[in-house]
């Protein structure tokens, strides 16, 4: 299977804790986005690189979130000192760019639950 | 007001009915325009993609994109209990982030 893989698929943690998720996208795509998702809504754009390069943050919900891409292939997203409220599927995304970008191939994503 | 705006449902229809799924925008500097199946607790899934305005078929899929009215559409022929799933539009300025819909909830019964 070449698809976006993510990991783990579900994770449980206490309030507090930090938290790291994986994403290795299709091989050959060179863009890679991670979104959040809360129950009924659609997903919420956070962040994306192309390669190593982080374009875009502003929209990480706050200083506990950050996410890397040090070698411009997997990416970890990563939240310190979790609150209920993060509570949420976080889906990684990847695409081809130039040309192509806008066709975003979704992994199954990672649901956390904060307790 | 949200950028892009979705009716959740349920939408309930019988097998073999044609689906009508819509959108509606207030930005018109969106140019890419996606729709996305997604099962439960899974990742969305990439159906269609449409550039500027116009029409696509994809088999048993359809999309629109009119821009004059900022509105799009998901057409799904002869559908399927396999067609039942959340269906959300998704939107780009650029070849960025995605803007999402709430997505609408769809059920196929036999």
């Known amino acids: 299977d070449t698809g976006v893989s993510q990991d783990p698929r579900h994770k449980i943690t206490k309030r507090g804790q930090n938290v790291t998720f994986r994403c290795d996208p299709i091989?050959?795509?060179?863009?890679l986005y991670w979104y959040r998702q809360t129950l009924g809504q659609g997903p919420e754009f956070l962040t994306y690189f192309q390669n190593e390069a982080q374009l875009e943050k502003s929209r990480l919900l706050s200083d506990r979130f950050s996410a890397e891409r040090p070698k411009g292939s997997f990416s970890t997203l990563e939240i310190q000192r979790t609150e209920q409220g993060d509570s949420a599927m976080y889906l990684c995304?990847?695409?081809?760019?130039?040309?192509?970008?806008?066709?975003?191939?979704f992994g199954p994503g990672t649901r956390l639950t904060v307790t | 007001q949200k950028e892009v705006e979705q009716d959740p449902g349920p939408l309930s229809v019988p097998e073999g009915a044609i689906v009508s799924l819509n959108c509606t925008y207030s930005?018109?500097?969106?140019?890419?325009f996606m729709w996305y199946r997604q099962y439960s607790r899974k990742g969305p899934e990439l159906l269609m993609y449409?550039?500027?305005?116009g029409n696509k078929e994809d088999g048993r899929f359809t999309a629109q994109v009119d821009k004059s009215s900022k509105y799009i559409s998901l057409f799904i022929r002869d559908s399927q209990p396999s067609d039942s799933a959340t269906y959300l539009c998704a939107m780009s300025y650029n070849t960025d982030k995605l803007i999402f819909g709430t997505g609408t909830r769809l059920q196929v019964f036999p």
């Open positions: 930005n018109s500097a969106f140019q890419y």
């Open positions: 449409t550039y500027s305005s």
């Open positions: 995304a990847s695409a081809r760019e130039p040309g192509t970008s806008y066709e975003q191939y």
């Open positions: 091989s050959e795509h060179n863009r």
